[in-house]
């Protein structure tokens, strides 16, 4: 099966800086590539998504890059603000297996005021 | 809206026990998951339906069950509680558009602990 991993497991910036997690993934069928947001006592929440004919993709402040050839994926936010602070997961997924999703092992990002 | 909807949200049980966590959803999806999630391993698949009447395992299936009814609701199941089962469940729902992969939306899970 597929095999996300991210890094790193742990980010602090300061407020107004950027914050760059990155992904790998080991299987070129993968064709999907959402980020989640999990706040303290929440369920993961979409932020992003990126699918493999497009090169980057960008909402305001957040913008995702995918290097199919590499295998890798990065979530790129900008002006970082405290309630940006969560756990960030990334996930890849193959066409008709059912939408089944491969997670990283999540960051969890501190923006220090 | 609703969305994905899990029941309860916390539960103790004691080793040997048995209990079935509800997950509902009303946004009519085709396809509905339960994953578990363990600190700093990120989320693993435990079963998946893409409809109902079918489902299939996914990496951690051991000790679960689960079945699929109707489209709305995704139980699982777990018949003999083990300290290893301690976690957070998650259950997700997403809609079903022809080869294309869609995302997944997220109930707020249920913290499980077995003592």
Not at chain 2, 50 to 74: H, L
């Amino acid at each position: 099966g597929e095999n996300v991993e991210q890094h790193p497991s742990t980010l602090s910036v300061q407020e107004g800086d950027s914050a760059v997690i990155k992904c790998t993934y080991s299987d070129s069928a993968s064709n999907y590539f959402p980020w989640y947001k999990q706040e303290l006592g929440k369920g993961p929440q979409l932020i992003i998504d990126i699918r493999s004919n497009v090169g980057e993709k960008k909402d305001q402040r957040i913008a995702v890059t995918l290097n199919k050839t590499a295998k890798h994926f990065s979530l790129h936010i900008t002006e970082t603000q405290p309630e940006d602070s969560a756990v960030y997961f990334c996930a890849a997924s193959i066409k008709d297996t059912g939408n089944q999703f491969y997670f990283g092992t999540g960051t969890s990002l501190t923006v220090i005021p | 809206n609703a969305g994905v909807t899990q029941t309860p949200k916390f539960r103790i049980l004691k080793i040997g026990q048995s209990m079935t966590l509800q997950c509902t959803q009303d946004m009519n999806h085709n396809y509905m998951y339960w994953y578990r999630q363990d600190p700093g391993m990120g989320l693993k698949l435990i079963y998946y339906s893409v409809g109902a009447g079918i489902t299939d395992k996914g990496e951690v299936p051991n000790g679960y069950n689960v079945s699929r009814s109707t489209t709305e609701d995704f139980p699982l199941r777990l018949e003999l509680a083990a300290p290893s089962q301690t976690s957070v469940y998650f259950c997700a729902s997403s809609r079903r558009q022809g080869p294309s992969n869609q995302p997944q939306h997220f109930g707020d899970g249920t913290r499980l602990s077995i003592l």
